[in-house]
């Protein structure tokens, strides 16, 4: 099995394939690691949903065709070999984040 380069916040890693963003951010640890509201227990399982983990993915693989830069829950994108991530430097990232965890505090009960 071979292993797949990514970038998060420039740094790079190996991981394996299949490894979401946030689990290869993991690995880097320190602030490189995108907030995460998923894996909190009474949560599991809504894996996603509340955006909280937003990226910016600023260049996929030379085999994904999709339009790039954009914005992904970093929960449930599975890293591709060459992508080349923003977290803690992208300044859109954390106007998102912010966005996100305001609603999340209104909307809560």
Not at 1 to 7: A, F, I, N, Q, W
Not at 72 to 84: F, I, P
């Amino acid at each position: 099995m071979s292993l797949l380069k990514v970038t998060i916040d420039n740094i790079e890693i190996m991981v394996e394939p299949g490894t979401t963003i946030l689990n290869a951010a993991r690995k880097i640890g320190g602030s490189v690691v995108p907030p995460a509201m998923c894996y909190y227990s009474k949560l599991a399982g809504s894996g996603g949903k509340c955006r909280s983990c937003l990226v910016k993915v600023t260049q996929g693989s030379a085999k994904d065709n999709r339009p790039m830069p954009k914005l992904v829950a970093s929960c449930r994108t599975q890293v591709q070999d060459g992508m080349v991530v923003e977290n803690r430097n992208s300044p859109e990232v954390m106007e998102n984040r912010k966005a996100i965890t305001e609603f999340l505090l209104l909307n809560h009960p």
